[in-house]
C-alpha cells in the first residue's frame, strides 16, 4: 500500500500487543523499499491467541488517516512458533482477488494480443500499399524516361535504380527511429 507523505501504516487489533483497538497502541510496519512485500511488522505473540486486527495509515502525530476499507481480519494461532502472514490491502478474500487478478491479467494479455494482431494486419496492409506505390511510380519513372528519349531498357534500369536508392534510404530512416525508440526506452528506464 502507497501512503503520503509523512504517513505510515499500522496494525491495530483486539489484543494488547496491537493496541485493543486503541491506535496509540498499534504497531507501526516498516516500509521496505523495492520489495515484493512492501510492508513488514515482526512480533512476539502467544502461541494459542485469537484476535481481531486491521490496517490503518497513521500521520507523523500517530493520527488516523485512513482505516483499511474491510470488515476486521481474524487470526488464529495454535501452538505456532513462528509464521508469515501475508495480507492486501482491504482484500477481504485473498484467493478471490488473486482469481480477479488472474483475470484482469488475462483480459490485459487478451486485448494486447488483439493489438498485435491489428498492428500485424495494418503492417500487412501498409506492405501492399508500399507494394502498389512502388509500381505506379516505377510506371511514372519509365513513361518520363521515355519522354527524354531513353531506351525502354536504360529507362527500366533507371527506375530500379532510384528505386534501390529510395528503399535504402527509407530502411535507414527506420532503423533510426527504432534506434531513437530503444535509446527514449532506456532512458525512461532510468
Given amino acids: 500500500y502507497i501512503v503520503g507523505s509523512g504517513q505510515t501504516l499500522a496494525v491495530c487489533g483486539s489484543i494488547t500487543e496491537f493496541g485493543e483497538w486503541d491506535l496509540r497502541g498499534a504497531k507501526k510496519m516498516t516500509y521496505l523499499k523495492g520489495a515484493n512485500i512492501n ?14 486486527y486491521k490496517y490503518a495509515v497513521l500521520d507523523e502525530g500517530g493520527n488516523i488517516v485512513k482505516w483499511e476499507p474491510r470488515v476486521n481480519r481474524e487470526l488464529q494461532l495454535m501452538g505456532t512458533k513462528g509464521f508469515r502472514l501475508i495480507d492486501e490491502w482491504g482484500v477481504e478474500n485473498l484467493e478471490e482477488e488473486l482469481t480477479r487478478n488472474d483475470e484482469a491479467k488475462r483480459k490485459q494479455f487478451e486485448n494486447e ?12 496492409k501498409l506492405r501492399e500499399e508500399k507494394r502498389v506505390l512502388k509500381e505506379l511510380e516505377m510506371k511514372r519513372m519509365e513513361e518520363e524516361a521515355r519522354l527524354k528519349g531513353a531506351s525502354a531498357e536504360d529507362a527500366k534500369k533507371n527506375v530500379e535504380e532510384e528505386l534501390r536508392e529510395k528503399e535504402k534510404l527509407e530502411k535507414q530512416r527506420m532503423l533510426e527511429e527504432e534506434q531513437q525508440k530503444r535509446d527514449e526506452e532506456r532512458r525512461k528506464a532510468l
Fill in 39 to 52: 510492508w513488514r511488522l515482526e512480533a512476539s505473540l502467544p502461541s494459542n491467541l485469537y484476535f481481531e
Fill in 113 to 124: 494480443l488483439e493489438k498485435i494482431e491489428e498492428d500485424q494486419l495494418d503492417a500487412k
